[in-house]
């Protein structure tokens, strides 16, 4: 006897799958249209929010002049944008006791003599060097530009290699003041040579086993001589500032091994989607213990540019989603970029397989779409949207309920008052000369408003609905 199963698939489900298809067609129709728009061979963007991927693609050709189209595997170039994740491995070391924040370099060799260690660098720490104000020049060729190109050869092993660096770049005296911000290479390379003899094992080691395993990284790799010789069809190509494309087997085509840890990175759009994630969700685990290392790593220690500070790896400004972390990177043949907003549970990373003048361009492009995208539109904010709690202080919440038609607004130990609409995300008392500005994703409930007041404004995060 034959009996026929039939599973019934509810209409909201295929409702949601035909949703996530245009979505995902959306996206890819905006990536290949910047990515003809700027000339670029290749470009791949994931979105994630604190649950996780939110959506992905790429599009073009692995090669310039090739019929070889990338796929969501292929690993890319991230360049600087490693530099964070150093820092994410520094937090480790700190939670473990091998190291601390203000830990400096004298400490770190205290045998070495002034000859080995100019007397002015010896007290900068380990944030110093992670934000850029160590007084170290950018790069190892403004130290020794004789010595630069034999790191390309990548004769001995990585640490050994960042021994032979800090043995050519230490003894000369620094460039800049300690405490003043100059972006510096050269400055990551030493805080890995750092930790890796604190924590008696090589850098690329210790962070395969405390970031990139937790965080379930598996294409994530460093780029070296000897893993690019391994490498077989199809691989993904890079090309010089004059579109050219350059073999990824050949020396140039990547930063040697010394710059590992700012950086040799290479990885899937995917699992790079996951390093977003990580710091977007705001929790310490799976990497970290402790809420105070996590939020070490965002703290701003410096002014790098108007609007801008440094971090821990991350740049700090302002978005139109709100106060986020971005970072750039490029290895001279690709260009890299991740943004994280946390009050708008946003993340996003954007990569390409181009050096040209115009990668920037094209990612900031795809950057700022998603921005857009992702804003609220206002002709879909609705007064319920508003509704919840919100913090200013630990004694000082605002109570905002919409019943009848009135958005009523309480504050603790004061009595309720009414707002009145100056647009869907601006409601003014009529009372007193203030308004709240509510701030508000493309979907859900207003995360934070902005008490404006006698010139001032006030952020208040919601805690509740």
Not at 7 to 20: E, F, K, N, R
Not at 191 to 199: F, G, N, V
Not at 268 to 296: C, M, N
Request: glycine content about 6%; proline content about 7%.
């Amino acid at each position: 006897m034959f009996i026929a199963v039939w599973t019934l698939v509810s209409p909201s489900i295929l409702l949601a799958q035909t949703q996530d298809q245009a979505q995902k067609v959306r996206l890819g129709a905006k990536l290949a249209e910047l990515r003809r728009k700027h000339d670029v061979p290749a470009m791949a963007v994931a979105v994630v929010n604190k649950q996780g991927l939110v959506e992905a693609e790429c599009s073009g050709d692995r090669k310039r002049g090739q019929s070889d189209k990338v796929e969501l595997t292929d690993r890319f170039a991230i360049a600087s944008n490693t530099k964070s994740m150093t820092a994410t491995l520094a937090a480790v070391l700190v939670e473990a006791g091998k190291i601390d924040w203000t830990t400096s370099i004298g400490e770190v060799w205290p045998a070495a003599t002034d000859d080995h260690i100019h007397p002015q660098l010896k007290a900068a720490t380990l944030d110093d060097l992670l934000s850029h104000q160590s007084g170290l020049p950018a790069n190892i060729s403004d130290s020794s530009a004789q010595e630069w190109p034999s790191f390309f050869r990548e004769e001995i092993a990585p640490a050994l290699e960042r021994r032979r660096m800090l043995r050519i770049v230490l003894p000369k005296p620094p460039t800049n003041p300690r405490g003043q911000f100059l972006y510096s290479n050269l400055g990551y390379a030493v805080a890995a040579a750092m930790l890796e003899t604190r924590a008696g094992e090589s850098y690329e080691s210790l962070m395969k086993k405390h970031v990139l395993g937790p965080l379930q990284m598996q294409s994530a790799d460093f780029r070296s001589l000897e893993s690019a010789k391994r490498l077989t069809p199809p691989m993904l190509w890079g090309h010089q500032a004059d579109g050219t494309p350059i073999d990824p087997r050949l020396p140039g085509a990547e930063n040697p091994t010394v710059y590992a840890s700012c950086g040799t990175i290479h990885v899937s759009i995917e699992d790079y989607a996951k390093y977003a994630r990580w710091h977007l969700a705001g929790q310490p685990t799976p990497v970290l213990k402790t809420r105070d290392a996590f939020d070490h790593l965002h703290k701003p220690l410096v002014d790098s540019a108007p609007g801008e500070q440094y971090a821990c790896g991350w740049i700090c400004a302002q978005t139109p989603l709100g106060p986020g972390w971005n970072h750039a990177g490029s290895n001279t043949n690709s260009f890299a970029l991740i943004w994280i907003v946390p009050e708008s549970d946003f993340a996003a990373v954007v990569c390409t397989n181009s050096g040209q003048p115009q990668s920037f361009a094209a990612c900031n492009d795809m950057m700022n779409h998603l921005f857009t995208t992702h804003a609220p539109d206002a002709g879909k904010v609705t007064p319920e949207r508003l509704v919840g709690r919100y913090q200013l202080a630990p004694t000082f919440i605002f109570d905002v309920s919409y019943k009848n038609g009135r958005m009523m607004v309480g504050i603790t130990n004061q009595p309720t008052q009414e707002v009145f609409a100056d647009s869907p995300t601006k409601w003014s008392y009529r009372s007193v000369d203030a308004t709240l500005e509510f701030h508000l994703r493309s979907k859900g409930s207003a995360y934070a408003l902005t008490l404006h007041q006698n010139g001032a404004a006030q952020r208040a995060k919601r805690i509740r609905d």
